[in-house]
């Protein structure tokens, strides 16, 4: 493992486990739920209150941020934790993943991804190599590889085709942290395989020769449901080294997390609170609720009056529902606010129940309360 | 003076004062600037932070928060103070200035106004007693009568009919305050008189007669220009009673702020910090810079390092021009909030030039720095 970075295992509870990433810019306490702050920023939130809300990590996108400001002015401005005013760890993603996104705007070689800017028409290319060295301009503490990340359902042929390239941008993607990245950097390779269970064996099973300080599970959450992603964490986790960290990319809702976490899962990000905030949908123990409904107009109770969060805590929701039927900013900043509390506080119950051997009684309260089954 | 609401004058400089209002929700040190709070929130800002940027007071506006969510609506939440996380004190405007701006949608009587609600289209009438009515549900600390605000240039016998309905409508606003009013609530009545002189005389002596906590000069900031704009001042500041608040509504930038102290002047509001923040304009000590502009994109520097604001401190320019570009909330939050304490740190400043018996010099420091003469 790269020197200046390493994961604790702290307790483990079935498949569940609890422990601690350590980084030269602090530690990050898994399970992991990390906030996204895709163009520099969790968006309506000030950083601050993203630390207050209990976030040890936020995720940075590589293809926002390569696009603007641009990763050589972050890197001239000190970097993405200087540029953010964010001082702890941040993991970027490759940028692979909204660049596949672009449909028509983008073409795919073995040597990366030619693109055009979904912002000003401008023609870029995106390589392992090119991935990696804009993770190191912008200083990200966790960088991922650049990986192709098929929609499921894919015919097998091409989902092998398509994980092969990713090992091999594995590889590329490793030399090239070698040579750039900077002391306590860390990178993490990427599993894909569809739902193809020997798909994911064997791409777990290169990434493993190639050798990573973490592993990441990709091409879920893409539409094939909860039941074929958990399917895919019960064949594809226990593959994975027990002494590195495990990372669900881009998951998920509470019962997502609730049910990876069963299956090993340590680290995930997702714009959901955020996204989901700014529409007025705030999160609450027994699922989410929309503040924009009438039934909300005179309801003086806050959220969660015995939430430390001030957002929480210190609004009613009649306040929040009239913010947001009236248009104005504070509404989704003071919802955003709320979910990625809410969020933080899934996880330090997550960690807690698994470090107590009582996450299976944690599962029933989950169950209980959302009326959601994640096993 | 009504119990529980009193002002103290502590010095004065030539005609600049510096004094304190006291209330039952707290102290307001004068000269005092009010940030807006148009519908129930400065827009973008928390009210924790619009008090540690050194708000002792804000506005609430009684014709947008009577249309929604309502006055009595307010009341059974509480109050405004309750509804909006806001303790300490409020003042409300009457909501004749916003709807006289309905133009075709309101019709004028002896009565009041009838009009349309500019969101729904449904029908209202504010006449002094509900104006006082509402402005007693919100649970304002300081009220304000009701009154016509005609634009200028206006002809004289249009300006004098006009200030002789409003001193009519204030004699009916204190009646209606006086029997619906709470302890420590205060009112005050607002001169009028276009750019005329002996009508702003005439109007001084009507609202002295009824007698009010404070005295507002109303009409003026409508597009008469500052020269007009300090001759009435200097006209009507010195017939207003020493012993009460006197009020420039809907003023301005710091430099018709600095000159209106200068003419007596006790208080001052403006959306021109919360909405300029929103549309990336930042006051700075030597004017307004527009942060979107490209010279900005590469700059490491905060707006001041010297400043005890975090949204002033601890965010480089490139990083604020980056958040306008890319549309993230942030920039606006970040803006306001840095605009809302240059005007808290501007009145501060002005405060302890008067109290110091050092004004003029601060005026020529102001307009060193910023090019403009207010005398």
Known sequence: MTAGFSFSLRATDGAARTGVIETPRGEIRTPAFMPVGTAGTVKAMLPGHVREAGADIILGNTYHLMLRPGAERVAALGGLHAFMNWPRPILTDSGGFQVMSLGALRKLTEEGVSFRSHIDGSAHMLTPERSIEIQCLLGADIQMQLDECPAIPIEKEAARRSMLLSARWAERSKRAFEEKSAPGQALFGIVQG??????????????????????????????????????????????LPADRPRYLMGVGKPADIVGAVARGIDMFD??????????????????????????????????????????????????????????????????????????????????????????SEFVADFRAATGESVL
């Not at 190639?210 to 226990?238: K, N, S």
């Not at 529902?321 to 997550?350: C, D, K």
């Open 194 to 239: 569809a739902d193809y269970d020997d798909l994911r064996a064997e791409s777990a099973a290169r990434l493993l020769e190639t050798g990573f300080d973490g592993y990441a599970v990709g091409g879920l959450a893409v539409g094939e449901g909860r039941a074929v992603m958990f399917r895919v964490l019960e064949a594809t986790a226990p593959r």
């Open 270 to 359: 997702c714009v959901l609170p955020t996204r989901a905030g700014r529409h007025g949908q705030a999160w609450t123990r027994n699922g989410p609720i929309n503040i924009k409904n009438a039934q909300y107009a005179d309801d003086p109770a806050p959220l969660d009056p015995a939430s430390a969060c001030p957002a929480s805590r210190d609004y009613s929701k009649a306040y929040l529902n009239h913010l947001f039927r009236a248009g104005e900013y504070l509404g989704p900043m003071l919802l955003t606010w709320h979910n990625v509390a809410f969020y933080q506080s899934l996880m330090a119950e997550i960690r807690a129940a698994v470090a107590a051997g009582r996450f």
